[in-house]
């Protein structure tokens, strides 16, 4: 038996990329899945969301440039006083708001509960990010199958025409494999990378509770040893 093998011109005439596009079927995905993101959560989550895709491929949070500043502000406090940092430009809004209350006569517990209760807000923030996320991919997968029905609906629906069976073939398997390939590569890896990324920022951060109610330590025992 002779077997010919095709030319490689029509065995790339066989095999296209533009085959595995269809405008019905990407529209039918994207477009359920953003109508179930933003009917699921509040749209500054959605927003959020979105604006977090900036973060994916940043370094981790670190603490150690926060710390060193600490200490730099620890030694002009002690010998200053804490009112002297009321001065100080300082970044980052949760240690900006720990160093504020300081200066304002808070006690070191409070200035420890304050830095903490920023941690948890912005915890809560990036949850609500990541929830997003979870669920475009828990979403992606099902507006695939809702493409699927439509296609094959479409496809029963004129099985007297070939060239409508075929375009709706067409919606019908490549809506799947959208919804698929949304999810698996896209949605799924995006809320875990952003998760382990929020575990390490709020990791990070509780080092830093210790250090800035040291702070409030420095001026109430300069208090003390004034009023002695």
């Given at each position: 038996?002779?077997?010919?093998?095709?030319?490689?011109?029509?065995?790339?005439?066989?095999f296209?990329?533009?085959?595995?596009?269809?405008?019905?079927?990407?529209?039918i995905?994207?477009?359920?899945?953003?109508?179930?993101?933003?009917?699921?959560?509040?749209?500054?989550?959605?927003?959020?969301?979105?604006?977090a895709?900036?973060?994916?491929?940043?370094?981790?949070?670190?603490?150690?440039?926060?710390?060193?500043?600490?200490a730099?502000?620890?030694?002009?406090?002690?010998?200053?006083?804490?009112?002297?940092?009321?001065?100080?430009?300082?970044?980052?809004?949760?240690?900006?708001?720990?160093?504020?209350?300081?200066?304002?006569?808070?006690?070191?517990?409070q200035?420890?509960?304050?830095?903490?209760?920023?941690?948890?807000?912005?915890?809560?923030?990036?949850?609500?990010a990541?929830?997003?996320?979870?669920?475009?991919?828990?979403?992606?997968?099902?507006m695939?199958?809702?493409?699927?029905i439509?296609?094959?609906?479409?496809?029963?629906a004129?099985?007297?025409?070939?060239?409508?069976?075929?375009?709706?073939?067409?919606?019908?398997?490549?809506?799947?494999?959208?919804?698929?390939?949304?999810?698996?590569l896209?949605?799924?890896?995006?809320?875990?990378?952003?998760?382990?990324?929020?575990?390490?920022?709020?990791?990070?951060?509780?080092?830093?509770?210790?250090?800035l109610?040291?702070?409030?330590?420095?001026?109430?025992?300069?208090?003390?040893?004034?009023?002695?």
């Amino acid at each position: 038996m002779n077997i010919t093998a095709l030319p490689a011109s029509a065995a790339a005439a066989t095999f296209s990329p533009d085959i595995f596009l269809d405008p019905l079927a990407i529209g039918i995905v994207l477009g359920g899945t953003l109508a179930s993101l933003v009917l699921r959560n509040q749209l500054r989550d959605v927003a959020r969301a979105f604006a977090a895709l900036r973060t994916l491929w940043r370094a981790p949070f670190a603490a150690a440039p926060l710390l060193h500043q600490t200490a730099a502000l620890d030694r002009i406090a002690r010998r200053h006083g804490v009112l002297s940092l009321d001065r100080s430009v300082i970044a980052d809004p949760d240690m900006a708001a720990a160093i504020h209350a300081a200066v304002d006569g808070a006690t070191p517990d409070q200035v420890a509960t304050l830095v903490s209760d920023c941690i948890e807000a912005r915890a809560d923030r990036h949850r609500a990010a990541i929830e997003v996320w979870v669920g475009a991919g828990e979403a992606a997968p099902a507006m695939g199958l809702i493409g699927t029905i439509l296609g094959l609906v479409q496809m029963f629906a004129a099985m007297t025409d070939p060239d409508t069976i075929g375009a709706a073939m067409a919606v019908a398997l490549l809506a799947t494999l959208y919804g698929a390939l949304l999810a698996n590569l896209v949605a799924m890896p995006i809320a875990a990378r952003l998760k382990r990324l929020a575990r390490t920022e709020a990791a990070q951060r509780h080092r830093l509770i210790a250090p800035l109610a040291a702070l409030a330590t420095l001026e109430r025992a300069r208090k003390r040893d004034f009023a002695a």
